[in-house]
């Protein structure tokens, strides 16, 4: 029976293998897991599961945590180490071997390497065929001490079925006959992820597990192992699987799967966020609007108040990169500038960027930028002319706008013009401009055309006289001028 637990003393927690950095299933399972404990004012632990001595760690433990950080996901205790923890997992196995749900496995790794071989040839499953399990307790304790190696199995019930109520996916039902004896400890002493969750999930009083429904074929194991403790169960939450466009299991074929990676293709963490909430997840009826297509944006206090088990899909997510470049640019365009610009300060300082303007200055301009950005990356790329001196102009725009010589000419007298107006403001700065069109005989257009790309470097800008306003009269009379320069490079 699961517990009954007063929905303010639920404990969840996270608990990654640190053998690869934070990939997009484990930040949804993270995601999940915090938004529940903070749903129900409950605790989110951090535990880092890195029993794989070989395959973990610390530069992995280190990516996680920073994958965790960057997306706003915080926790109240941990993060706890299984490394640290081996003493647990011992005492848990001594536990099973005493009441007799557990025994020691002589069998070598070449003898079961041998037999699942010959089960394989044969068209059998290979299983543990259970040859140690008429060992005496007291023999195996006598092999032990004359120097033999044994690693310690559950004996599962040969027949019967283990069950458990998952929150997703409703009752489930394992026939123990196709379970084998799994190993608890290695003979090294080393304890199996069976072992070793189940003796921390009891041990940190979790009260909910929710993970990746890849976890779901590994549930009875852990059943098994709580109705031998005399333990009563956790409530399992299975969440399905992230697919790529193609329908298969996301992975690195589709492109980036660590989270990190999303963070250095200019992905705003709050966008990431919300994506990934709706990823195999729904608030459903509080999402209608009257007047249109349900809601996708959340705030993170939106999403925490609305978090529940029972909006979790049964069917497994499909992973939409459009979906997520469309929350980036509603998540940017948002943004009030000065929660921005820490954001773009870190693009610019990967990208070894250093801004000339000043901080008035650029906050003053991103609010121009917002609605046309498509991701941070734009602000250390086409955007740099609005921060600095230093920028590239677009080749195509220079071809499309800048080709007749003409038209440069008179750029660079317009600016001489533009060096004497008193008050630079929109109104006069486009009046000037097209008095000097028809003065010239020539069309305003062309005028406004190439003036933004000297200005900008960009063939699209947002309107070419509150460029000119913004990045102020000196440097427009300069890049004005400087337009033949500018071509010739
Ligand atoms: N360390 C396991 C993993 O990363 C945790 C599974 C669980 O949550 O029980 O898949």
């Given at each position: 029976?699961?517990?009954?637990?007063?929905?303010?003393?639920?404990?969840?927690?996270?608990?990654?293998?640190?053998?690869?950095?934070?990939?997009?299933?484990?930040?949804?399972?993270?995601?999940?897991?915090?938004?529940?404990?903070?749903?129900?004012?409950?605790?989110?632990?951090?535990?880092?599961?890195?029993?794989?001595?070989?395959?973990?760690?610390?530069?992995?433990?280190?990516?996680?945590?920073?994958?965790?950080?960057?997306?706003?996901?915080?926790?109240?205790?941990?993060?706890?180490?299984?490394?640290?923890?081996?003493?647990?997992y011992t005492a848990t196995v001594h536990k099973l071997l005493e009441s007799g749900h557990a025994y020691h496995c002589?069998?070598?790794?070449?003898?079961?390497?041998?037999?699942?071989?010959?089960?394989?040839?044969?068209?059998?499953?290979?299983?543990y065929?259970g040859?140690c399990r008429t060992i005496e307790a007291?023999?195996a304790t006598?092999?032990?001490?004359?120097?033999?190696?044994a690693a310690v199995r559950f004996m599962v019930p040969r027949d019967g079925v283990t069950?458990?109520?998952?929150?997703?996916?409703?009752?489930?039902?394992f026939?123990n006959?196709?379970l084998e004896d799994f190993v608890l400890l290695?003979?090294?002493?080393?304890p199996t992820?069976h072992l070793s969750v189940v003796a921390?999930?009891l041990?940190?009083?979790?009260?909910?597990?929710?993970?990746?429904?890849?976890?779901?074929?590994?549930?009875p194991k852990q059943v098994l192992q709580y109705q031998a403790l005399g333990a009563p169960l956790?409530?399992?939450?299975?969440?399905?699987?992230?697919?790529?466009?193609?329908?298969?299991?996301?992975?690195?074929?589709?492109?980036?799967?660590?989270?990190?990676?999303?963070?250095?293709?200019?992905?705003?963490?709050?966008?990431?966020?919300?994506?990934?909430?709706?990823?195999?997840?729904?608030?459903?009826?509080?999402?209608?609007?009257?007047?249109?297509?349900?809601?996708?944006?959340?705030?993170?206090?939106?999403?925490?108040?609305?978090?529940?088990?029972?909006?979790?899909?049964?069917?497994?997510?499909?992973?939409?990169?459009?979906?997520?470049?469309?929350?980036?640019?509603?998540?940017?365009?948002?943004?009030?500038?000065?929660?921005?610009?820490?954001?773009?300060?870190?693009?610019?300082?990967?990208?070894?960027?250093?801004?000339?303007?000043?901080?008035?200055?650029?906050?003053?301009?991103?609010?121009?930028?917002?609605?046309?950005?498509?991701?941070?990356?734009?602000?250390?790329?086409?955007?740099?002319?609005?921060?600095?001196?230093?920028?590239?102009?677009?080749?195509?725009?220079?071809?499309?706008?800048?080709?007749?010589?003409?038209?440069?000419?008179?750029?660079?007298?317009?600016?001489?013009?533009?060096?004497?107006?008193?008050?630079?403001?929109?109104?006069?700065?486009?009046?000037?401009?097209?008095?000097?069109?028809?003065?010239?005989?020539?069309?305003?257009?062309?005028?406004?055309?190439?003036?933004?790309?000297?200005?900008?470097?960009?063939?699209?800008?947002?309107?070419?006289?509150?460029?000119?306003?913004?990045?102020?009269?000196?440097?427009?009379?300069?890049?004005?001028?400087?337009?033949?320069?500018?071509?010739?490079?």
């Amino acid at each position: 029976m699961p517990m009954n637990t007063a929905l303010h003393d639920t404990r969840v927690r996270f608990a990654p293998s640190p053998t690869g950095y934070l990939h997009v299933g484990g930040a949804r399972t993270a995601l999940f897991s915090w938004l529940f404990a903070r749903h129900t004012g409950g605790t989110f632990v951090l535990r880092i599961e890195d029993t794989d001595f070989e395959r973990s760690s610390e530069e992995m433990v280190n990516g996680i945590l920073d994958g965790l950080r960057w997306l706003g996901i915080d926790w109240d205790e941990g993060p706890f180490y299984q490394s640290q923890r081996l003493p647990l997992y011992t005492a848990t196995v001594h536990k099973l071997l005493e009441s007799g749900h557990a025994y020691h496995c002589f069998c070598t790794r070449e003898e079961l390497e041998l037999r699942r071989a010959t089960a394989a040839e044969a068209g059998k499953t290979p299983r543990y065929d259970g040859r140690c399990r008429t060992i005496e307790a007291a023999e195996a304790t006598q092999r032990i001490s004359q120097g033999e190696t044994a690693a310690v199995r559950f004996m599962v019930p040969r027949d019967g079925v283990t069950a458990f109520d998952d929150a997703v996916f409703g009752r489930m039902e394992f026939a123990n006959a196709e379970l084998e004896d799994f190993v608890l400890l290695r003979s090294d002493g080393i304890p199996t992820y069976h072992l070793s969750v189940v003796a921390d999930d009891l041990d940190m009083r979790m009260t909910h597990i929710i993970r990746g429904a890849d976890h779901l074929s590994n549930t009875p194991k852990q059943v098994l192992q709580y109705q031998a403790l005399g333990a009563p169960l956790p409530i399992f939450a299975h969440v399905p699987l992230i697919l790529g466009p193609d329908k298969t299991r996301l992975s690195k074929r589709h492109g980036a799967t660590s989270v990190m990676s999303y963070k250095d293709m200019g992905i705003v963490p709050e966008a990431f966020r919300n994506f990934l909430a709706l990823l195999g997840w729904s608030p459903g009826e509080l999402a209608k609007q009257a007047d249109g297509p349900d809601r996708e944006l959340f705030s993170t206090d939106e999403l925490v108040r609305m978090f529940s088990l029972d909006g979790i899909a049964h069917s497994n997510a499909v992973f939409n990169n459009d979906k997520l470049a469309w929350y980036n640019t509603e998540y940017i365009r948002a943004y009030d500038p000065a929660r921005l610009l820490p954001l773009i300060e870190e693009e610019w300082r990967q990208a070894n960027y250093k801004p000339t303007r000043s901080r008035d200055e650029i906050l003053a301009t991103i609010p121009l930028l917002q609605q046309r950005a498509r991701s941070l990356k734009d602000f250390s790329s086409t955007f740099l002319a609005y921060f600095g001196d230093k920028f590239e102009v677009d080749p195509a725009a220079l071809q499309k706008f800048l080709s007749n010589p003409a038209v440069v000419d008179h750029l660079a007298e317009l600016g001489q013009r533009y060096a004497s107006l008193e008050v630079f403001d929109e109104p006069r700065t486009e009046q000037l401009l097209r008095d000097f069109a028809a003065e010239k005989g020539v069309k305003a257009g062309a005028l406004i055309n190439g003036a933004r790309v000297l200005l900008t470097g960009q063939s699209v800008a947002p309107s070419l006289f509150t460029v000119m306003v913004c990045l102020g009269q000196q440097r427009v009379v300069h890049r004005l001028q400087a337009g033949k320069q500018a071509i010739a490079l």
